[in-house]
T-cell receptor
Framework: AQTVTQSQPEMSVQEAETVTLSCTYD???????LFWYKQPPSRQMILVIR??????QNATENRFSVNFQKAAKSFSLKISDSQLGDAAMYFC?????????????FGKGTLLTVNP | GAVVSQHPSWVICKSGTSVKIECRSL??????MFWYRQFPKQSLMLMAT?????????EQGVEKDKFLINHASLTLSTLTVTSAHPEDSSFYIC?????????????FGPGTRLTVL
């Protein structure tokens, strides 16, 4: 079974600074998808960024980028120029690619605080 | 696009009663819908996966007779918590996967807070 580990229960960053959230995963599959989701106090899950394992290039979305290390099974999220609105719980998630296996496996989450 | 709604957003019920939660994909047809449960300050725990017209697949440890899932159409799935008890109080979230997406992204509903008295 796949597992996703987020080793940082809480992180804090100063507004306008950069922060990196860690995520490691365990899988025997060679093809899969990785996601970072944001859950603000409203509890609405919002997709931040996705990475396909077959792509070597790290995904970026504006101020959000990932460092995907497939051999190390590591998938960290970097938030640049942090804003107050970035404060939320962040979940790393794994999804296999085979057939109808669309299930997401989530990490335990990292609570990000942004200090003004 | 890709909006998922849930109804109700918050429900309070008495112990022993049943509660139905609806999950709708508003602007797309959903191949698959998922139901999650989330306790305060914890991660999402997958309860079951449902495909339209077929029985739901429950995760290990989830009581099928207590959490009834019906996926009657490509835009609607319902979760019924039968004979609810205080320990069933939680935040329930659904998600849906549209037809045809090559990466099968899940779009999440806003969640339903269930409080059982």
């Amino acid at each position: 079974a796949q597992t996703v580990t987020q080793s940082q229960p809480e992180m804090s960053v100063q507004e306008a600074e950069t922060v990196t959230l860690s995520c490691t995963y365990d899988t025997s599959e060679s093809d899969y998808y990785l996601f970072w989701y944001k859950q603000p106090p409203s509890r609405q899950m919002i997709l931040v960024i996705r990475q396909e394992a077959y792509k070597q290039q790290n995904a970026t979305e504006n101020r959000f980028s990932v460092n995907f290390q497939k051999a190390a099974k590591s998938f960290s999220l970097k938030i640049s120029d942090s804003q107050l609105g970035d404060a939320a719980m962040y979940f790393c998630a794994y999804r296999g690619s085979g057939g109808s296996n669309y299930k997401l496996t989530f990490g335990k989450g990292t609570l990000l605080t942004v200090n003004p | 696009g890709a909006v998922v709604s849930q109804h109700p957003s918050w429900v309070i019920c008495k112990s022993g009663t049943s509660v139905k939660i609806e999950c709708r994909s508003l602007d797309f047809q959903a191949t698959t819908m998922f139901w999650y449960r989330q306790f305060p300050k914890q991660s999402l725990m997958l309860m079951a996966t449902s495909n339209e017209g077929s029985k739901a697949t429950y995760e290990q440890g989830v009581e099928k007779d207590k959490f009834l899932i019906n996926h009657a159409s490509l835009t609607l799935s319902t979760l019924t918590v039968t004979s609810a008890h205080p320990e069933d109080s939680s935040f329930y979230i659904c998600s849906a996967t549209p037809f045809g997406q090559d990466y099968n992204e899940q779009f999440f509903g806003p969640g339903t807070r269930l409080t059982v008295l």
